[in-house]
């Protein structure tokens, strides 16, 4: 074994949070780890939305390159940012246990425009999902792009005419930002394995995988896969309006999945639920039955619109 596991993360407070997290959890079985500060495209525009930006792996591309080249040893991300189909060379080593799924609106006064259908909210998010699913709720709404790491985009919250801001509940819970006043938007179906931090190794580096394996927590890591799989099989990306979640509780898991048009206007979902032993395959299945039932239309007028 290595003497020291190198940790590549993100600049952002949060990637450093979950990088540090990893490191403490390695400290528990006395790996011994250092973390390593690398730069990634997505940090360094934050003008250009996502969906223009290509943004399938924008937040991951420098840390697998790093990898790759034997500069770090492990990469930590957030689950919901990792393309679902992983560059050659790479392997997914461990899930860590999950945080708060949800998302959170951020309001800067207070939440009266959610019951005034008069007033035109004016809220923000670079999140295509987020966008979809609060038009089709609020389609008076007016919905404005806001990018950078969680203490930016707060911090523009405030500068901006914006009545509020949507963000990861899991995001900034783990960094002690969640301001007083947000609220928990229930209704809002999450992006597959938010609230989920993933830790990738280099497939060929048996005793660093080894070192990881011992923090995966085998639920977390089945739920996200289905949520995963569901979206791999729509052919998606953090870059669609696709969302996924799957709750094991007694021996079963409940699966909700959605694929919305940009605008909001469109909506299918689907609803499923099987014992853990023949969930496998339930995202996959999931897809296959969304699709078939009205989802090919909304995810092939999605391709078009954003190729």
Not at 56 to 73: E, N, P, V, W
């Given at each position: 074994m290595k003497n020291i596991i190198r940790i590549g993360t993100r600049e952002s407070q949060l990637a450093v949070w979950q990088a540090t997290e990893v490191k403490n959890l390695l400290a528990q079985y006395n790996y011994p780890a250092e973390l390593v500060y690398i730069r990634s495209e997505g940090d360094l525009d934050l003008k250009t939305p996502l969906y223009e930006m290509g943004a399938q792996g924008i937040f991951t591309r420098s840390l697998d390159a790093a990898l790759l080249s034997d500069r770090i040893d492990v990469a930590v991300h957030s689950m919901k940012d990792v393309p679902t189909q992983l560059p050659k060379g790479v392997i997914q080593a461990a899930v860590l246990q999950r945080g708060s799924v949800h998302d959170l609106l951020v309001f800067k006064h207070n939440t009266g425009f959610l019951s005034n259908e008069a007033y035109i909210a004016n809220i923000a998010t670079c999140s295509l999902r987020r966008k979809a699913q609060w038009l089709n709720r609020f389609p008076h709404h007016q919905i404005h792009n806001l990018r950078g790491n969680v203490n930016t985009r707060l911090k523009k919250l405030e500068e901006e005419n914006w009545d509020a801001a949507i963000f990861a509940q899991?995001?900034?819970?783990?960094?002690?930002?969640?301001?007083?006043?947000?609220?928990?938007?229930?209704?809002?179906?999450?992006?597959?394995?938010?609230?989920?931090?993933?830790?990738?190794?280099?497939?060929?580096?048996?005793?660093?995988?080894?070192?990881?394996?011992?923090?995966?927590?085998?639920?977390?890591?089945?739920?996200?896969?289905?949520?995963?799989?569901?979206?791999?099989?729509?052919?998606g990306g953090c870059s669609t309006p696709i969302s996924a979640?799957?709750?094991?509780?007694?021996?079963?898991?409940?699966?909700?999945?959605?694929?919305?048009?940009?605008?909001?206007?469109?909506?299918?979902?689907?609803e499923k639920s099987t014992a853990v032993e023949n969930a496998a395959e339930l995202g996959k299945i999931s897809a296959k039955e969304l699709l078939a039932n009205g989802g090919k239309a909304i995810a092939e007028e999605i391709r078009h619109a954003v190729s």
């Amino acid at each position: 074994m290595k003497n020291i596991i190198r940790i590549g993360t993100r600049e952002s407070q949060l990637a450093v949070w979950q990088a540090t997290e990893v490191k403490n959890l390695l400290a528990q079985y006395n790996y011994p780890a250092e973390l390593v500060y690398i730069r990634s495209e997505g940090d360094l525009d934050l003008k250009t939305p996502l969906y223009e930006m290509g943004a399938q792996g924008i937040f991951t591309r420098s840390l697998d390159a790093a990898l790759l080249s034997d500069r770090i040893d492990v990469a930590v991300h957030s689950m919901k940012d990792v393309p679902t189909q992983l560059p050659k060379g790479v392997i997914q080593a461990a899930v860590l246990q999950r945080g708060s799924v949800h998302d959170l609106l951020v309001f800067k006064h207070n939440t009266g425009f959610l019951s005034n259908e008069a007033y035109i909210a004016n809220i923000a998010t670079c999140s295509l999902r987020r966008k979809a699913q609060w038009l089709n709720r609020f389609p008076h709404h007016q919905i404005h792009n806001l990018r950078g790491n969680v203490n930016t985009r707060l911090k523009k919250l405030e500068e901006e005419n914006w009545d509020a801001a949507i963000f990861a509940q899991a995001g900034l819970q783990r960094i002690g930002l969640r301001p007083k006043n947000s609220v928990i938007i229930d209704w809002m179906l999450p992006a597959p394995a938010q609230g989920a931090i993933m830790i990738a190794c280099r497939e060929n580096d048996n005793d660093t995988i080894e070192a990881c394996n011992n923090l995966d927590h085998a639920s977390t890591a089945r739920c996200t896969r289905i949520e995963r799989d569901f979206l791999r099989t729509l052919l998606g990306g953090c870059s669609t309006p696709i969302s996924a979640l799957a709750i094991e509780k007694n021996n079963n898991i409940v699966f909700k999945g959605s694929i919305l048009s940009l605008d909001g206007s469109k909506k299918v979902e689907i609803e499923k639920s099987t014992a853990v032993e023949n969930a496998a395959e339930l995202g996959k299945i999931s897809a296959k039955e969304l699709l078939a039932n009205g989802g090919k239309a909304i995810a092939e007028e999605i391709r078009h619109a954003v190729s």
